[in-house]
């Protein structure tokens, strides 16, 4: 069965600081995909990073980065110089390839404060 | 490019009424997904399909959901009767065909329903 854990309901930062959000995953595939979505209160889910299993490197995308160890099934998602603007829900959802399958975690909301 | 379109953006209805939700994917993409959001929870897959073939509705209550994609291009989402707990958002999106390498799934707006 495939599995996404986001143990962090909510979390709170300061503007310009950095936070880092968690998630596990489990999945008997070998190649899939792992992603962090953004999602406003519009409910429009925006894409933020992307990260494919079988690279090593760590993704990152302007002021975000991700921690993927593969071993452990962890990616969180770190959030450098946040701003006001990256209030939101964040997910964080798998993709397997053989089934094209997208699973989501239940979502952390991040409140960023002025 | 157009995005994902949904219609209707917000709907209410009555308890034991129906529903009919529309989706119009990225033109090209073969691969489409129904997703449930209830307020305060991630999404739930409802149904995939690859073209006009399902692939996935595991999750889909057949009793009173029931989905189509007729010609492989838009679908429609239908609830009847709807009962309260079928207050959420539904998200639409799509994918290329043959997942792989640098595909990513693209989401609709959403269509919020309030059951009352």
């Known amino acids: 069965a495939q599995t996404v854990t986001q143990s962090q309901p909510e979390m709170s930062v300061q503007e310009a600081e950095t936070v880092t959000l968690s998630c596990t995953y489990d999945t008997s595939e070998n190649n899939y995909y792992l992603f962090w979505y953004k999602q406003p209160p519009s409910r429009q889910m925006i894409l933020v990073i992307r990260q494919e299993a079988y690279k090593q490197q760590n993704a990152t995308e302007n002021r975000f980065s991700v921690n993927f160890q593969k071993a452990a099934k962890s990616f969180s998602l770190k959030i450098s110089d946040s701003q006001l603007g990256d209030t939101a829900m964040y997910f964080c959802a798998s993709l397997t390839l053989y089934g094209n399958k997208l699973v989501f975690g239940a979502g952390t909301i991040l409140r960023v404060k002025s | 490019e157009a995005g994902v379109a949904q219609s209707p953006r917000y709907k209410i209805i009555e308890k034991r009424q129906s529903v009919a939700f529309w989706c119009n994917p990225i033109?090209?993409?073969?691969?489409l997904y129904w997703y449930q959001q209830i307020l305060g929870q991630g999404p739930k897959l409802l149904i995939q399909?690859?073209?006009?073939?399902?692939?996935?509705d595991s999750q889909l209550p057949k009793d009173r959901f029931s989905a189509e994609r007729l010609k492989g291009v838009d679908s429609t989402l239908k609830i009847q009767p709807a009962k309260l707990e079928d207050s959420a958002v539904y998200l639409c999106?799509?994918?290329?065909?043959?997942?792989?390498?640098?595909?990513?799934?693209?989401f609709g707006e959403g269509s919020w329903l309030t059951v009352v």
């Open positions: 999106a799509s994918s290329p065909l043959g997942q792989g390498i640098g595909n990513t799934i693209y």
């Open positions: 399909f690859q073209n006009n073939g399902v692939v996935d």
């Open positions: 033109s090209g993409h073969a691969t």
